[in-house]
C-alpha cells in the first residue's frame, strides 16, 4: 500500500544536539511538506518543497533545515539554534491540486 | 493570505446527539476548504473538502459540511455522533493556485463523545 512513513515515531533530544526525522512517500507526489503541532496552535508549515532540489521555508523556518535530492525523501533536521523543539513534527505530500496526505508524525523531547 | 478561526477548542457531546464544528475562514481571494480528523499520537486524515460545485459536501464516517461564501464559514456536522467519532478535527484552507499552495490551518476543535 503506498503511504508516508515517518521514522521514528518519539525521538529523544539532548542540549546542543542536532536530530534528523525521516519523510519517505511511495506515492509518486512531488510536493512535500513539513509542520510543527503545538497544542492549542493547529499545524505551523516549517517547509516544503515542490520538486526535488527545491525547498521554499515556511512560516516557522528558524532553526530548521532540510533537503530533497530524491522525490521519495523529505528529511527534517532540527538543529541545536532551534531552542524550542519539543513538538509533533508532521510530514505530508501531495499530487497538484491535490490535498495533502500525511505520516502518523514524529514527537520530539528534550532531555 | 488566508486565515481560519475555529471558534470552538472543545467540544463535549453525549453519544448520539447532533454535532456542529464551526470554522471560519479569511481570504481575499477564494480558496478550496477542507477538514482533517487526527486522533491521538496519529496523522491527519482528509474528511472531506470543498473545491467547488455544491456547497453541502459530504465526507467519510458520516460527517458533512456545508460552504456558506456570504458567511466565509465551512461548519462541520454529523446527525448522530459515536464514541469513536472522539478525536481533533481541523478546519483548513488553501488557494486553488499559485506557486505555494499551501494549507493554512485552523487551531482546531477537540470533539468528546461521552457515554
Known amino acids: 500500500d503506498g503511504g508516508i512513513t515517518q521514522s521514528p515515531k518519539y525521538l529523544f533530544r539532548k542540549e546542543g544536539q542536532n536530530v534528523t526525522l525521516s519523510c519517505e512517500q511511495n506515492l509518486n507526489h512531488d510536493a512535500m511538506y513539513w509542520y510543527r503541532q503545538d497544542p492549542g496552535q493547529g499545524l505551523r508549515l516549517i517547509y516544503y518543497?515542490?520538486?526535488?532540489?527545491?525547498?521554499q521555508k515556511g512560516d516557522i523556518a528558524e532553526g530548521y533545515s532540510v533537503s530533497r535530492e530524491k522525490k521519495e525523501s523529505f528529511p527534517l533536521t532540527v538543529t541545536s539554534a532551534q531552542k524550542n523543539p519539543t513538538a509533533f513534527y508532521l510530514c505530508?505530500?501531495?499530487?497538484?491540486?491535490?490535498?495533502?496526505?500525511f505520516g502518523d508524525g514524529t514527537r520530539l523531547s528534550i532531555l | 493570505a488566508q486565515s481560519v478561526t475555529q471558534l470552538d477548542s472543545q467540544v463535549p457531546v453525549f453519544e448520539e446527539a447532533p454535532v456542529e464544528l464551526r470554522c471560519n475562514y479569511s481570504s481575499s481571494v477564494s480558496v478550496y476548504l477542507f477538514w482533517y480528523v487526527q486522533y491521538p499520537n496519529q496523522g491527519l486524515q482528509l474528511l472531506l473538502k470543498y473545491l467547488s460545485g455544491s456547497t453541502l459536501v459530504k465526507g467519510i464516517n458520516g460527517f458533512e459540511a456545508e460552504f456558506n461564501k456570504s458567511q466565509t464559514s465551512f461548519h462541520l456536522r454529523k446527525p448522530s455522533v459515536h464514541i469513536s467519532d472522539t478525536a481533533e478535527y481541523f478546519c483548513a484552507v488553501r488557494p486553488p493556485s499559485g506557486s505555494a499552495r499551501q494549507l493554512t490551518f485552523g487551531s482546531g476543535t477537540q470533539l468528546t463523545v461521552l457515554p
Open positions: 518543497s515542490q520538486i526535488v532540489n527545491d525547498f
Open positions: 505530508a505530500s501531495a499530487l497538484t491540486d491535490q490535498p495533502q496526505h
